[in-house]
């Protein structure tokens, strides 16, 4: 059985590294996509893991769907559309680590993923089935997204929810909170940054976002805080896990390190999610920091994820 399933975006990531000779700026090529990226965290981790989404059949949908292969997920329902051409997105890094983002999307293939192309039994053998809210800003890939999780929610799978802001894929503020807001109601899990609560909750507090997170229906709610750690809470109550002090050189990617992460133990537990105590989930939360703490020191997403050993050794 799958432990996580992820369905959203498979793209590049051109992450500026320098100039050449010419002072002209140079960017790398990265794997990236936030559902992508927690696939590869689960795999990196010794999980099961499964990705569902759309490349276009070019060299860089070859090159994702190869990286992904190479960290033993599954992509049985990756597809290859020859009308579209794989999403780009070119990431700007300031000093501190933090990121600027620049779409080249608007024919992109992640978009074009449809109700029919999702694998609704790939998705009932799995343990949870996890999506971003990057898949919910243009049509068809929000109608399928929905599908899809409504599909796992109707079988009894855990459903997980990281409703990534990206301001310039939205039309505007308000259509990004009425869908990302919508999507919430399928979710037993949700993951937000501390940038995104006031959006997500109408809080500022991030101890209050996530409270009202649980008391709107999630089961459990985690909101990431960056060095600071995270908090989680669940019915039982609330608490905050320290992060780790460390240099962070790229934090592209460090968020969906901690999902993984911290999905995968879930998965482990044999548990559903609301048997899980609140010290179970602050052990889950430190392991998953752990990961995050490793992925900021590096660059590029996918190419920084940790192994089980890295986090071993962090801990």
């Not at 498979?10 to 050449?20: H, M, Q």
């Not at 105590?277 to 490793?294: C, H, M, P, R, Y």
Request: proline share 3%; aromatic share 8%; with cysteine.
């Amino acid at each position: 059985m799958t432990d996580i399933i992820t369905l959203g975006e498979l793209l590049i990531d051109f992450t500026a590294c320098g100039k050449n000779e010419q002072g002209q700026r140079l960017f790398a090529q990265n794997p990236g996509g936030a559902p992508a990226n927690v696939a590869v965290a689960v795999a990196r981790l010794g999980g099961k893991s499964a990705f569902v989404g759309k490349v276009g059949d070019d060299m860089h949908g070859r090159f994702l769907a190869d990286t992904l292969k190479e960290n033993k997920v599954n992509c049985d329902s990756l597809i290859f559309d020859k009308d579209f051409f794989t999403t780009l997105a070119f990431v700007d890094v300031n000093e501190d680590g933090e990121r600027e983002f620049s779409f080249a999307r608007k024919h992109g293939a992640d978009k074009m993923l449809c109700t029919d192309d999702i694998p609704v039994e790939k998705i009932t053998e799995s343990k949870i089935f996890h999506f971003g809210s990057v898949s919910l800003t243009d049509e068809p890939s929000r109608s399928a997204t929905l599908f899809a999780a409504g599909t796992a929610k109707e079988n009894g799978i855990t459903v997980a929810y990281d409703p990534n802001y990206r301001a310039s894929l939205w039309a505007n503020e308000e259509d990004a909170v009425l869908n990302m807001r919508n999507a919430l109601d399928f979710a037993d899990l949700v993951k937000i940054s501390d940038e995104e609560t006031l959006l997500l909750t109408n809080e500022s507090d991030f101890e209050k976002a996530a409270e009202k997170l649980v008391r709107n229906g999630a089961k459990i709610a985690v909101v990431t805080l960056g060095k600071e750690g995270a908090y989680v809470c669940t019915k039982e109550g609330g608490a905050k896990v320290e992060g780790f002090n460390v240099c962070a050189v790229d934090c592209t990617g460090a968020g969906d390190s901690f999902w993984g992460a911290f999905l995968l133990k879930i998965a482990q537990s044999g548990k559903n999610p609301d048997e899980l105590t609140l010290n179970e989930l602050k052990d889950f939360a430190l392991f998953a920091n752990a990961a995050a703490s490793f992925c900021v020191e590096h660059h590029g997403a996918i190419p920084s994820l940790p192994t089980i050993e890295d986090i071993k050794t962090r801990l």
